[in-house]
């Protein structure tokens, strides 16, 4: 079965919406966009690069299919190892509003979205990762489909904007598996997976007891 990596920029509240310029994703006025660019430095981007060698397809909802396939297939890939990854690489989208995807080796899942995902899991049997997907992340996350976290936390906070842990996340335990820290305090975390959640409690025994 397949590994499935949920992959996302994250502000420290928590906020996933729209990282990468002002009009990504406006949805409920949010006016905030393009809050990571200013963080980017080279060691970054080499991170970066070594994730994607990791995955062996790319998961995305319609809004973030149609900003990566409007952007990435006229990034030149001879300079750029994320775009010559991104353009070969199978890429599933889960959309019921599209009736077609053009970008190179893009498939349309149909149906029912949580079924389709636990079908291809099963299919591929390597490293499927998730890439913005705001909403399709929160089917993911109600039918438990989520393997692993790569979590880029960067210092500041917004307030408001969709999260990527809202309602209807299924509580579970996470095992921190790597650490890295950027030269301007953003923080490169791995998570993966780790069973149920154990839970105790502080609270004093009775006085004689």
Do not use: C
Not at 51 to 68: K, S, W
Not at 89 to 115: C, F, H, I, Q
């Amino acid at each position: 079965m397949s590994d499935l990596v949920v992959g996302t920029f994250l502000t420290a509240d928590g906020v996933m919406q729209a990282p990468g310029g002002p009009d990504e994703d406006r949805d409920a006025g949010f006016e905030h966009g393009g809050w990571t660019v200013t963080y980017w430095d080279e060691g970054m981007g080499e991170i970066m690069d070594d994730q994607f060698d990791e995955a062996d397809a790319l998961l995305l909802g319609r809004r973030t299919y149609e900003i990566f396939a409007a952007h990435w297939p006229h990034v030149d890939a001879e300079d750029d190892p994320v775009a010559a990854k991104l353009n070969s690489m199978p890429k599933y989208v889960a959309s019921r509003s599209l009736d077609a995807v053009e970008w190179n080796n893009s498939t349309l899942l149909s149906g029912d979205v949580a079924a389709a995902v636990e079908d291809l899991k099963n299919e591929r049997g390597d490293a499927i990762m998730v890439q913005g997907s705001h909403d399709l992340i929160q089917t993911l996350l109600a039918h438990d489909l989520v393997d692993e976290f790569w979590l880029w936390v960067f210092p500041l906070v917004l307030g408001e904007g969709k999260r990527l842990f809202d309602d209807g996340t299924i509580p579970a335990a996470l095992e921190l598996t790597a650490v890295e820290t950027s030269s301007t305090g953003v923080q490169m975390l791995r998570y993966e997976r780790a069973g149920e959640i154990e839970y105790g409690s502080f609270a004093l025994d009775d006085a004689g007891e």
